[in-house]
């Protein structure tokens, strides 16, 4: 049942208080971060702790996008391409190289949670990876693989006959596991970075949106709906949420919706049927469905594509959700949906992230929809370099950041693609 449901994403709920914040809207600072997600609190906090004068511009509330709206599962980001695929496309080394640096993505964030003291819930649960075809079980195996050899990643296989062991349904042909991948709270991680951001120097300025930018010999104008300011550099780390007063970065993402509901809290004996490894959870299909536990453990959340033409303020946008959760686990049909809400993730033309500088302007976007640890890394890569640091060099840095031919068309291209998508999950191998 959606109704009377609260459009507050679950992981708002109880967070601590907002640091107290400077009002004072400053005249300049050695580095501009537009965005205050992931990306830019991690590069704002690698910056100030090597001394540079930072401010974070926020167009709204603190980490209001995608960085409070996900589903809190952390993992290496490989699961965009399947490592052959890799090979074929950029050649073994270069492949072994990126799947190398995904890995080294989610040991940075579990360090840096670490190092930083930052309460969120962190935890290595695993990932289980449903097999949504026969097929797709063996094809995962192979896979699978190729991560153990290039990369060294730890995994097992599950077949369908003892696939109730990890997840209580029978929709799957077994799946594979990643022990190493883990969860967190994404609202509490984003409150604990901005912390240390603050209390290491940091500047944060809230409802300032950046109307646009004037490039100086040495420096940047930087204009906003605040007043106009000065920065020695600017890091554009806005994501899916960059607009048109940034065009030669809107150009090159396109925001793809994503939706989440909460359900209420279930009896403990019901949660442990459902998912008694308590791991986080997807599947093999193109148009994919991702599920995990609560932090509490109480409650089941459960994630997938948005609804579009539907009002996101509206139970009615997330009737599908709940339909698909209902198809993975018929058990939960009489239960209620507490909680939906929605974001948007960035979108490469080459489905891979990136960092770099285009004209003088630094930026790192294009996680394509496996954030958490992506953005933490990148930010960090993309201050060593703002920094001139050799260890700000990646294998991602001569991946060119291209433009959508046709961008305006590109809301349309994605309804065309995912509807596409649909029908092959459907309908084909």
């Known amino acids: 049942m959606v109704s009377n449901i609260s459009f507050r994403p679950w992981w708002h709920e109880n967070l601590p208080a907002l640091p107290q914040l400077d009002s004072r809207f400053p005249e300049n600072a050695d580095v501009v971060i537009i965005g205050s997600g992931y990306t830019g609190l991690s590069a704002a906090l690698t910056l100030a702790h090597a001394g540079r004068d930072v401010l974070i511009l926020e167009a709204g509330s603190?980490?209001?996008?995608?960085?409070?709206?996900?589903?809190?599962?952390?993992?290496?980001?490989?699961?965009?391409?399947?490592v052959q695929s890799l090979i074929a496309l950029y050649g073994r080394e270069k492949a072994k190289a990126l799947v190398r640096a995904g890995s080294e993505m989610l040991r940075y964030i579990e360090d840096l949670i670490e190092s930083e003291s930052i309460v969120c819930h962190f935890k290595k649960v695993?990932?289980?990876?449903?097999?949504?075809?026969?097929?797709h079980y063996e094809s995962m195996a192979r896979d699978m693989e190729d991560l153990k050899r290039f990369a060294g990643v730890e995994y097992f296989m599950v077949p369908a006959n003892e696939q109730r062991t990890e997840v209580g349904t029978d929709i799957y042909f077994g799946g594979s596991v990643l022990p190493h991948d883990a969860a967190l709270h994404p609202g509490l991680y984003h409150r604990g970075l901005l912390q240390r951001v603050l209390q290491s120097g940091g500047q944060l300025q809230t409802e300032t949106r950046v109307t646009g930018l004037t490039?100086?010999?040495s420096s940047f104008?930087?204009?906003?709906?605040?007043?106009?300011?000065?920065?020695?550099?600017?890091?554009?780390?806005?994501?899916?949420?960059?607009?048109?007063?940034?065009?030669?970065?809107?150009?090159?993402?396109?925001p793809v919706g994503t939706s989440m509901i909460a359900t209420e809290e279930l009896p403990e004996e019901l949660m442990l049927d459902l998912m008694p490894t308590s791991r986080v959870y997807g599947n093999t299909a193109r148009v994919f469905?991702?599920?995990?536990?609560?932090?509490?453990?109480?409650?089941?959340?459960?994630?997938?594509?948005?609804?579009?033409?539907?009002?996101?303020?509206?139970?009615s946008a997330y009737q599908h959700l709940q339909?698909?959760?209902?198809?993975?686990?018929p058990v939960l049909s009489g239960y209620r949906i507490t909680h939906g809400w929605s974001g948007y993730i960035g979108y490469t033309k080459d489905v891979l992230p990136h960092l770099g500088c285009h004209n003088r302007i630094w930026y790192a976007a294009g996680y394509c929809g496996t954030g958490v640890s992506r953005s933490t890394w990148f930010g960090h890569k993309v201050a060593l370099k703002i920094l001139g640091k050799d260890e700000g060099k990646t294998v991602f840095d001569d991946l060119?950041?291209?433009?959508?031919?046709?961008?305006?068309a590109a809301p349309l291209g994605v309804v065309l693609f995912?509807?596409?998508?649909r029908f092959r999950d459907r309908f084909y191998d």
Request: charged content about 25%.
């Open 400 to 408: 060119p950041l291209s433009p959508f031919r046709f961008r305006r």
């Open 323 to 329: 339909r698909e959760m209902n198809h993975v686990f």
């Open 418 to 421: 995912e509807s596409w998508y």
């Open 215 to 217: 490039s100086n010999r």
């Open 221 to 254: 104008d930087v204009h906003t709906t605040r007043g106009v300011l000065t920065a020695g550099e600017v890091l554009v780390a806005s994501n899916g949420y960059t607009g048109s007063e940034l065009p030669d970065f809107k150009s090159r993402l396109v």
């Open 126 to 135: 695993g990932r289980f990876r449903g097999a949504v075809r026969p097929a």
């Open 289 to 315: 469905h991702y599920y995990r536990p609560s932090t509490d453990g109480r409650r089941l959340l459960f994630g997938g594509r948005i609804r579009r033409l539907v009002a996101q303020n509206s139970s």
């Open 62 to 82: 603190p980490g209001f996008g995608a960085s409070t709206r996900n589903g809190g599962q952390v993992g290496s980001g490989n699961q965009k391409f399947r």
